[in-house]
Nanobody, 121 residues
Framework: QVQLVESGGGLVQAGGSLRLSCVAS????????MGWYRQAPGKQRELVAT???????NYADSVKGRFTISRDNAKNTAYLQMNSLKPEDTAAYYC???????????????WGQGTQVTVSS
């Protein structure tokens, strides 16, 4: 069994910062790409940022220069540092990861339960 658990969400004023964490736990042999997605009410889930096992990163244009994704492979953890937050960043943020359990030959895709980020104007 594999779980992804996010934390760090909350209410912040525009211009403020938050740091999200995503911890993968359970039967893990290796973790490939990890990423953060978000979904605002009435909108589709969208990519925020991804990071490969080799630390190559990719960002949505809307967050470039403000958000930074990173990971600690020893802790099976991904982070999302969010600076200069805007009201339009308000959404539920979800962690995503491709994880290979020891009992499988291939990677499977896992999602966390989400953490709410609310940015007030």
């Amino acid at each position: 069994q594999v779980q992804l658990v996010e934390s760090g969400g909350g209410l912040v004023q525009a211009g403020g910062s938050l740091r999200l964490s995503c911890v993968a736990s359970g039967s893990i042999f290796s973790i490939n790409d990890m990423g953060w997605y978000r979904q605002a009410p009435g909108k589709q889930r969208e990519l925020v940022a991804t990071i490969t096992s080799g630390n190559s990163t990719n960002y949505a244009d809307s967050v470039k220069g403000r958000f930074t994704i990173s990971r600690d492979n020893a802790k099976n953890t991904a982070y999302l540092q969010m600076n200069s937050l805007k009201p339009e960043d308000t959404a539920a943020y979800y962690c995503n990861a491709y994880i290979k359990p020891p009992y499988r030959r291939s990677y499977s895709n896992y999602w966390g339960q989400g953490t709410q980020v609310t940015v007030s104007s």
